[in-house]
């Protein structure tokens, strides 16, 4: 397989690629690397993907598994969604060409059955019998979903006051499901305790984090795809832990080193509620860490107070020339709308947050004119009802035609 060791991101120290997340010398995060030296023919690298399945399988090449490409048919197989070129969405914000990559067209409705299908597989791998994960909602339904189609028992934990919706997609497929009484951050502190005596478990965020945030890496490598191998010119993405803003810039990279795109990577624009926005006001204030806050928005999938891969997030919209901005709970509302009214995609409030920010990048003159950008959507909005409810206004009317009438008198909708 390319994927070599795990590597600190801090110090560069090398382990196998076992079941670690954290550098026992200096206590850094781990990385896959990878030795991509046998790709020398460019052509026959993209046949190679080009013929795999119709999902994020087909760049097996590059993600951190031992065995053979996962069968098309068997688990629970993630990705391949629209990427959806959005003009009128750029017509209303005065932009030349957006195009939105709809990831809740994933199994389970979110970007998250990536990472999820990338952990479980390396899970089975390693012998793992055991699913268990700390999740805001998206990550749970995931979990609970792959632990179904692969046969492993599962154990998610979530914050007990997490959307209904998200509660019931998750119990409906048999996991544990285990409501904890705090936040996401008492959530994760309590995986991370119970994975430390659990050794058949493999809690897919925590001891498997190296090898679930690669997942996230298919997200670019499907836009560069799509685009007919090319790079989008700038990317807004939503900002939880910061690991699918750093792992989307991760994977433009890997294509370019190995001639499978050219240039640099985008420009990474990263979206936060300001209800819970450590990264945005930690760029903001010209600071290289974040400073954790308790989350107070209705973008309860964005709501990581204390966001790992924060600092990584920092550095790389500094270095690629972006920002990493945050919006009001009325701007998200505003943000799901728009992007409902003029796309047709019904997103959740993670995505109302990015094209909240895509719509204030816009007003304030960041965007180039000729740029092309991309707008990535994580989530399904019928999981977020609540945040849309009471928002618009139905008709009500008796099942006749002058009461149909009445109701749009004086509006010239009838004849
Ligand atoms: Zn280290």
């Known amino acids: 397989m390319a994927a070599k060791q795990l590597r600190c991101r801090e110090c560069a120290t090398e382990y ?161 499901l285990v409501k904890v009484r705090g936040n996401y951050d008492d959530v994760n502190r309590l995986c991370t305790e119970l994975s430390g005596d659990r050794e058949n478990w493999a809690f897919v965020n925590i001891n498997m984090r190296p090898y679930y945030a690669e ?41 370019c080193e190995v001639g499978l795109l050219d240039g640099g990577a985008p420009i990474m624009n990263g979206a936060q509620a ?36 924060g600092p990584y997030a920092l550095d790389l919209a500094r270095a690629t020339g972006g920002s990493i901005d945050s919006v009001t709970d009325d701007e998200i509302r505003a943000g799901i709308r728009l992007l409902a009214e003029t796309t047709g995609i019904f997103t959740e409030t993670a995505g109302g947050v990015t094209t909240a920010v895509l719509a204030k990048l816009a007003a304030r003159g960041d965007i180039g004119p000729d740029e092309r950008v991309a707008l990535i959507i994580t989530g399904e909005g019928l999981k977020t009802l609540d945040a849309v409810r009471d928002s618009f206004h139905a008709y009500e009317v008796d099942p006749n035609i002058e009461s149909f009438e009445a109701a749009f008198a004086g509006q010239g909708a009838g004849v």
Not at 147 to 167: F, H, R
Not at 224 to 241: F, H, K, T, Y
């Open 16 to 176: 196998p690629l076992e079941a670690r997340y954290v550098c026992s010398r200096c206590f850094g995060p781990l990385e896959v690397k990878y030795d991509h030296a046998d790709i020398t023919d460019v052509g026959e690298a993209r046949r190679r993907i080009q013929s795999g399945p119709q999902n994020m399988w087909r760049y097996h090449d590059f993600l951190p598994l031992e065995g053979a490409r996962p069968s098309a048919h068997t688990g629970l197989p993630a990705g391949n969604t629209p990427l959806i070129r959005a003009d009128r969405l750029a017509e209303r914000l005065g932009l030349r060409e957006v195009w939105v990559k709809n990831d809740a067209a994933n199994p389970t409705h979110s970007f998250k059955d990536r990472v999820v299908s990338v952990a479980a597989t390396r899970a089975r791998e390693l012998g793992f019998d055991t699913l268990a994960c700390a999740s805001t909602g998206n990550l749970a339904n995931s979990v609970a979903a792959h632990g179904a189609a692969l046969g492993m028992d599962s154990y998610v934990l979530i914050p007990a006051d997490l959307e209904e919706q998200k509660q019931l997609a998750t119990a409906i497929y048999g996991t544990n």
């Open 215 to 255: 997942g996230s890496k298919t997200v670019a490598f499907e836009i560069a795809e799509q685009l007919g191998w090319e790079m989008p010119d700038r990317c807004v993405v939503p900002i939880a832990s910061g690991s699918l803003f750093t792992k989307i810039a991760k994977g433009f990279d890997e294509f």
């Open 274 to 309: 300001l209800g819970c926005s450590p990264v945005a006001a930690a760029f903001e204030q010209g600071k290289d860490v974040c400073r954790p806050v308790k989350p107070n928005t209705i973008a309860k999938s964005l709501a990581i107070g204390n966001p790992a891969d």
